[in-house]
């Protein structure tokens, strides 16, 4: 009887460890395994500075309900400068975060989002909603408030991708109080179709990821609800079929001239007239949910989300979108919100009071495929090309441009926990050369056309 019985806890411990080894809550985290830090720029400076904070995960413990990430909060892209007169640098967190492994959906009152954390990205950076804190005081005719709140009233509030532009850093992020955190899509600037900000011109840093039409963006992070969060493409149909397309906001830009009433009807303080100023868009009341939008399957819900299958779930899941524009400049609400799909649950944790266990990459069963999934960007290129490799989970990959001879023209690396690695070309003959990726033990090569 007692052998019976070890021999059936034995399996039910190696079935709860196979089960959390693919689920992706567990396994689709940057982790630090090289000690790669983190590095900052400073105005004026486009040589980075090296820290002496670890870069990106460092630890994943899981239970039978939650997952426990350990972060620094520092990306191992380069952050800074913040050119708008923010003092502050991106510091370590040293956060512990508590993520259900369970999300549920919220059936009553849909929860707000709030000023500071809404979510973790999968290297271990805070996710902020659309607001920087500052609002409309009616009483003063003027904006007030801060990074995480103020003094403002709270009815017209000022949307931080807007406002704070000239304040991002290449990979779009900024931090408040030393929590260095994206609103938005956390693609560098100067890969996006339309380039909305030159800051990438002397601060050339990767973002999280690079946006591929072509195929399903990877999985970026969680929300504080525990549910995914992806980049800005997606299956079509919720089923998985359709093909590969752009995930779309539902939310527009009202048809206003004046800020007197909520887009519901309701009246409320006035806030300043749309002008070059305070322009339609500068405030998140400026936007209006549009209900029929969510009838073609492309569009998102009030959340910016909606259930579907992805790579990683292929039985479907809750999702939200990092949604874009056509030319990929980043669309409100940005990644999640106003309010949250699920029942918020995530919570920043100082101790881990459960057992738990160690989650190593070595040891999951999506970490040692040969196959790198790996994106060239753009292909015809002119000046700088874009070579990106998914979530890498092990060390570190060498970069190669090799011309139709096989001569070596360039060689640079991907580190572990970064995605990105840039390539100049300025200066080379027009012609083909192939992009080349190893890490010594596996390799692919892509063919790429200069112009």
């Keep these: 009887m007692k052998k019976i019985c070890y021999t059936t806890l034995c399996l039910l411990l190696l079935t709860l460890q196979l089960s959390a080894q693919t689920n992706p809550a567990i396994t689709k985290w940057l982790i630090n395994t090289t000690n790669i830090k983190g590095r900052h720029y400073v105005a004026g400076n486009s040589t980075p500075v090296n820290d002496n904070v670890s870069a990106n995960i460092q630890q994943v413990q899981y239970s039978t309900n939650y997952v426990y990430v350990s972060a620094t909060g520092i990306p191992s892209y380069i952050t800074g400068p913040f050119q708008d007169g923010n003092p502050s640098l991106a510091t370590n967190q040293n956060s512990i975060f508590k993520i259900t492994l369970n999300p549920v959906q919220n059936t009553g009152t849909p929860t707000n989002t709030t000023p500071g954390n809404i979510g973790v990205f999968s290297n ?224 920043k944790v100082t101790t881990i009071s459960e057992p738990v266990t160690n989650y190593s990459p070595s040891t999951g069963i999506n970490s040692t495929s040969s196959i790198l999934k790996l994106t060239v960007y753009p292909n015809p290129v002119a000046d700088v090309i874009a070579v990106q490799i998914e979530n890498i989970q092990q060390g570190n990959y060498t970069v190669d441009l090799i011309d139709l001879s096989g001569k070596l023209i360039s060689q640079t690396n991907i580190y572990q926990g970064s995605t990105i690695a840039y390539i100049e070309t300025t200066g080379l003959a027009q012609g083909e050369y192939f992009i080349k990726v190893s890490n010594g033990v596996s390799s692919e090569s892509r063919k790429i056309i200069l112009r």
């Design 124 to 347: 271990g950076v805070a996710l902020f909603d659309y607001r920087d804190g500052v609002s409309w005081k009616t009483s003063t005719n003027a904006m007030a408030g801060g990074p995480l709140g103020g003094q403002g009233d709270g009815i017209w509030n000022r949307d931080a991708v807007v406002a704070e532009k000239v304040g991002f850093d290449c990979a779009k992020g900024h931090p408040a109080m030393g929590n260095y955190h994206h609103h938005q899509n956390p693609s560098a600037f100067n890969l996006d179709l339309a380039i909305a900000s030159n800051v990438c011109d002397l601060y050339l840093a990767d973002g999280l990821y690079l946006i591929d039409s072509s195929k399903h963006s990877p999985l970026l992070g969680f929300a504080y609800d525990g549910f995914p969060i992806y980049g800005a493409y997606a299956y079509k149909n919720v089923d998985g079929t359709g093909g590969v397309v752009r995930m779309k906001s539902s939310y527009s830009l009202r048809n206003i001239t004046t800020r007197t009433h909520y887009a519901n009807g309701n009246d409320v303080s006035d806030g300043p007239a749309v002008s070059t100023t305070y322009p339609l868009g500068l405030f998140r009341e400026d936007y209006e949910y549009n209900t029929t939008s969510t009838a073609t399957p492309d569009y998102l819900d009030e959340h910016n989300g909606r259930f579907c299958v992805t790579p990683e779930y292929p039985n479907g899941i809750y999702c939200y979108f990092s949604t874009v524009t056509e030319s990929w400049n980043s669309a409100y609400p940005y990644i999640v919100g106003p309010t949250f799909y699920g029942v918020r649950s995530v919570t």
